[in-house]
């Protein structure tokens, strides 16, 4: 099942996984930051799914998210979030 996150996702992922591998590659950086995320996500995952009253707020947390998937699909066998699965390699 397709859902309106998970078709915006599947865009906006592969771009900032283009973005990554145009600056260089992933970093460990890259990966702190992403982890640090995580909590944020946590705690306003309702604004992904449902908006936000606060102009922009839905639409900043998009695309970290997008991002955190993004350097995330470099771990291991990749991510499966939100319906979909983001895989890449180093190179």
Same mark, same amino acid.
């Given at each position: 099942m397709d859902s309106h996150l998970s078709i =915006?996702?599947? =865009?906006a992922v592969p771009l900032q996984i283009m973005a990554?591998?145009?600056?260089?590659?992933v970093t460990d950086e890259d990966f =702190?930051?992403?982890s640090?995320?995580?909590?944020?996500l946590g705690e306003k995952g309702d604004v992904l799914l449902f908006g936000s009253k606060k102009e922009g707020e839905a639409a900043d947390l998009f695309n970290k998210t997008a991002k955190a998937i993004a350097v995330l699909s470099y771990i291991p066998d990749?991510?499966?979030i939100f319906g979909g699965h983001y895989e890449s390699s180093p190179e």
């Open positions: =915006a996702l599947s =865009a990554i591998k145009e600056r260089g590659g =702190a930051s992403a640090k995320f995580a909590q944020t990749g991510i499966t």
